[in-house]
């Protein structure tokens, strides 16, 4: 059993409320969840309007299902015209660790 985890740290465009920052993560982190069967959240700077950080597990059989989880749900982000991707952080666990 492995466990994938993936940190995407977030710039949003033309934001200017934690309301307009919320509705937009909202339906992301939906997505995330509906499409790749993720656990997916807004971990940090919750109370910064432009920033945002999300944490995505995964757990799977092989590190290789894993890794193409994480792929999918890092372009998945990349792609929105809404914010900006500044960073990725991956860390795959397995039980031996």
């Known amino acids: 059993m492995f466990v994938g985890t ?20 909202r339906p992301i982190l939906a997505d995330l969840q509906r499409k790749n069967a993720v656990a997916a959240a807004e971990v940090e700077y919750q109370d910064l309007h432009r920033r945002g950080r999300i944490g995505i597990a995964v757990v799977s059989a092989t590190v290789e299902r894993c890794a193409e989880v994480l792929d999918e749900c890092e372009r998945q982000v990349a792609g929105r015209p809404e914010l900006e991707l500044l960073s990725a952080r991956r860390r795959v666990f397995s039980e031996d660790d």
């Open 6 to 25: 993936i940190t995407l740290d977030l710039l949003f465009g033309d934001v200017h409320s934690l309301k307009e920052k919320r509705s937009l993560l």
